[in-house]
């Protein structure tokens, strides 16, 4: 019964805070009851001034809350996870913002990137860009893509969207990114490109010295696993060129003035030149060192398989320009078994004779290749061009 009184007397609002306030000193009583029985005697006017009929009108708070099943709640979770991502990245709003930047772009302006924050955005601007058909708008987005995702999803963004992929790449290489240029190419199993532009970089190294380590790495770490029958033999044999020109540059420097070993040279450096280069320069300084030796002819033949017609061709062309007349007829002749002697028809006769004129050769030595030409046409072409 007491209870029922204490729980009217909590419930008469406005009036409860008196029994705080009421200062009246008593005494400890363990018949709580008792007291709280004195209190609603008090108040008993007012409490039961309340009508049965308005309690029983008013809504009363259940005693137990309903709970949602698992199932139910989770439907719930996800249709707000729904609501979430659908108000984060397709709005109107981001898409306006997508659409205003890409048209500031094109317009030549500067828009504010860093209103992009999520990876879903930035994605969405890249596509609109590639669907503008605009280069520098494109690359713009590039960029910025490149500086705020990390690599790994950067590049695989980039690999799945094949014109971005062909921007980056040229925007790569006109920046000289070689490294750079050179991992994204490998990355995306574009091996073979990847050790071309390894190689292009490698031969603009004007130190040969640091050429030759450039072009070991190179092939070492790219052309070395192509496993093709032209560019890895082809670099290997460069490599060998250029080791070839070195100790010879090095030793002829010492003992000749470059006005003396370029006088009669097609070019103004013996380092980096090609191989039938290298043969002309050889035989015009070294012609008469053994076969053994480091800058013979004879070394850059064998190392090179330099065949009969470029080799023949080759030295007579340097004979002739450093007017070694008896050398380039001994060139040409041969001992048989029989003790005669022939000429050897490895290239035409009438080359050989152009070469000989333009050089002003000996009329004698004119002769005897002039009347080696078959072709009669030929042969008084060559007589009135070079025997007057």
């Known amino acids: 019964m007491s209870t029922n009184k204490s729980h009217q007397l909590w419930s ?29 005697d008090q108040k008993v006017s007012t409490v039961t001034s309340v009508k049965p009929t308005e309690i029983l009108s008013k809504p009363q708070a259940p005693d137990t809350v309903k709970l949602m099943s698992p199932e139910e709640a989770t439907l719930r979770v996800n249709q707000s996870l729904q609501k979430i991502s659908n108000k984060s990245y397709s709005t109107p709003t981001s898409s306006n913002k997508i659409e205003a930047c890409i048209r500031a772009l094109i317009n030549g302006e500067n828009p504010n990137f860093s209103i992009f924050k999520s990876k879903e955005d930035k994605l969405s601007l890249l596509e609109a860009a590639i669907n503008s058909y605009d280069g520098d708008t494109i690359i ?27 921007h980056y790449i040229d925007f790569l290489r006109e920046t000289n990114r070689t490294k750079d240029l050179t991992d994204f190419l490998a990355m995306i199993g574009r091996s073979e490109e990847a050790a071309i ?52 540059d090095a030793a002829d420097s010492k003992i000749m003035e470059p006005s003396e070993r370029y006088q009669v040279m097609p070019c103004s450096s013996f380092l980096g030149s090609s191989v039938i280069t290298t043969l002309f320069y050889s035989i015009v300084h070294h012609s008469n060192n053994p076969a053994t030796h480091f800058g013979s002819p004879q070394t850059i033949r064998n190392n090179h398989n330099i065949s009969d017609k470029q080799y023949y061709w080759t030295a007579s062309r340097a004979l002739a320009k450093t007017a070694r007349w008896t050398e380039i007829d001994n060139l040409f002749h041969y001992q048989t078994f029989l003790g005669s002697k022939k000429i050897r028809n490895i290239i035409p006769f009438d080359r050989v004779v ?22 009669d046409d030929l042969k008084l072409k060559l007589t009135q061009e070079f025997l007057r």
């Open 12 to 40: 008469d609002t406005g009036k409860a805070d008196d029994f705080w306030e009421y200062s009246k000193p008593m005494s400890f009583n363990f018949e709580d009851d008792a007291d709280i029985d004195s209190l609603y």
């Open 140 to 166: 713009a987005v590039i960029i910025f893509l490149e500086k705020t995702l990390c690599w790994r999803i950067f590049a695989m963004e980039l690999l799945i969207r094949p014109t971005a992929v062909d």
């Open 197 to 248: 532009v390894n190689y292009a970089n490698a031969i603009k190294c004007e130190h040969m010295e640091t050429r030759i380590k450039h072009l070991k790495h190179c092939y070492n770490n790219f052309f070395k696993d192509l496993q093709d029958e032209l560019y890895s033999p082809a670099i290997m044999e460069q490599i060998t060129l250029y080791e070839y020109q070195l100790p010879v």
């Open 354 to 375: 152009r070469i000989l004129g333009n050089e002003k050769a000996p009329q004698p030595l004119m002769h005897t290749y002039l009347k080696l030409v078959d072709d």
